[in-house]
């Protein structure tokens, strides 16, 4: 079949993801874009039709059988890079150009992972022993060491045979068929009621959960509870018994419950901060403490009163803590309270009024402060302006471009 009749026939034959197809590669790319492989096409992102895959990367032509984005932060000329496996060939592509010396044969830059893979995903150190790439082939799981370029070999009988793996928010999906099964990276484990349909999930088709007619709110009715962002850089915004989170501007705002992450707070939240590698939930008069590694861990012995934790008493309408700070910011009324963190017992050291009440929100961050009110937010350059300040500054309106919302 020559070029030209091969792009013909490709073209004809444009797959429908909603019509429940198995995948041949999915990763996101160098900007945070879901990538789905299936037979030379190529689809950008959880909604939208297929494209040719050469369209994206030129010197593709057909099948792909797996695919990740390199997490290799001690190596700023590898990382975020997108490999892409066909047969005994590897490519590596930055910002949608191959890179000079590419196609390799897998063993150079991969030694010791086989030739005709079924399945691949980058695992982080923290989410594995080392920074990692997980290679599948059968019921055989390739566990490749970047900075030792060793290999060492699992078997996984108890997965289904993964044509594809997509790595999510810190979750490790399994796809076969057009199911999905969600397991550990490190032992295989799978918890939960596994399979589930992709369709539910991972694209809007119509008739399924996350169906086409599914609308993010508008921004002007956006209303919040709580905000915070972690030592690691996430942002989160609670509303409801929801929360978004953003990991890197680059990869977008995502929806969940917030019992999801927290099981134990199943009522929605007032208040959230973080501080020293913890993530402090407020809901009426208890605080929840919880360790911000992977997933959350409750603290022993919590939750607790408020007053006993913070020494605050009544309702709690928002708080905050800077980064390299020690200070808690606690929003009561039109009163902001400031809370010693390193103290025992924590005391409040200052209690200012404000000319703004009710807030339901904040954020510190080194753009500043945002106190969000409604579907606007107000800014102050550092919390001694705020509490100096005798006259609200203007507000500002939320937009898309701050969280997953609409114009």
């Not at 397991?183 to 088709?205: A, I, L, Q, S, W």
């Not at 707070?265 to 590694?293: C, E, H, M, P």
């Not at 992977?294 to 603290?299: K, R």
Request: net charge negative; aromatic share 12%.
């Amino acid at each position: 079949m020559d070029l030209v009749t091969k792009t013909l026939f490709l073209y004809a034959a444009v797959p429908d993801r909603c019509t429940g197809i198995e995948f041949d590669a999915i990763t996101p790319d160098d900007k945070g874009n879901a990538l789905f492989f299936k037979d030379g096409h190529i689809w950008k992102g959880f909604h939208g039709p297929a494209q040719l895959s050469s369209e994206h990367f030129k010197e593709l032509t057909g099948h792909v059988d797996a695919a990740f984005r390199m997490h290799n932060t001690g190596n700023p000329d590898d990382h975020d890079h997108i490999y892409l496996f066909m047969g005994d060939k590897v490519f590596s592509y930055f910002n949608q150009s191959l890179e000079e010396g590419y196609p390799k044969q897998i063993q150079e830059d991969f030694p010791g992972v086989p030739a005709h893979l079924d399945a691949a995903v980058e695992c982080p150190k923290g989410e594995c022993i080392a920074d990692s790439v997980l290679f599948f082939k059968g019921q055989d799981v390739y566990v490749y060491d970047i900075t030792t370029k060793t290999v060492k070999t699992k078997a996984w009988s108890h997965l289904p045979s993964c044509t594809s793996i997509f790595r999510w928010l810190e979750h490790y999906y399994c796809f076969h068929g057009h199911n999905f099964t969600r397991f550990h990276p490190v032992t295989g484990e799978v918890v939960g009621e596994y399979p589930k349909d992709t369709r539910n999930y991972f694209m809007r088709c119509p008739n399924f959960g996350h169906g086409s007619n599914h609308k993010p709110v508008k921004c002007s009715e956006v209303k919040l509870d709580a905000a915070t962002t972690d030592d690691t850089g996430r942002t989160y915004f609670f509303s409801g018994s929801s929360y978004m989170r953003q990991d890197t501007h680059r990869d977008g705002f995502h929806n969940f419950p917030i019992i999801r992450g927290w099981k134990e707070v199943t009522n929605g939240v007032d208040a959230v901060f973080s501080y020293t590698n913890k993530i402090y939930l407020i809901k009426g008069d208890q605080i929840y403490i919880y360790k911000a590694d992977a997933h959350f861990t409750l603290i022993e012995g919590y939750p607790k009163t408020v007053k006993e934790e913070l020494g605050i008493e009544g309702h709690v309408d928002a708080a905050f803590v800077c980064p390299t700070e020690n200070v808690a910011h606690i929003f009561q009324g039109n009163r902001m309270r400031d809370v010693d963190l390193t103290a025992t017992p924590r005391i409040i050291v200052q209690d200012r009024p404000l000319p703004l009440s009710d807030i339901d929100a904040g954020l510190c961050g080194a753009d500043g402060i945002k106190l969000f009110k409604g579907s606007q937010y107000y800014s102050y350059e550092s919390p001694m302006i705020l509490a100096m300040g005798r006259i609200a500054p203007r507000p500002a309106h939320i937009t898309s471009a701050m969280m997953a919302c609409e114009d």
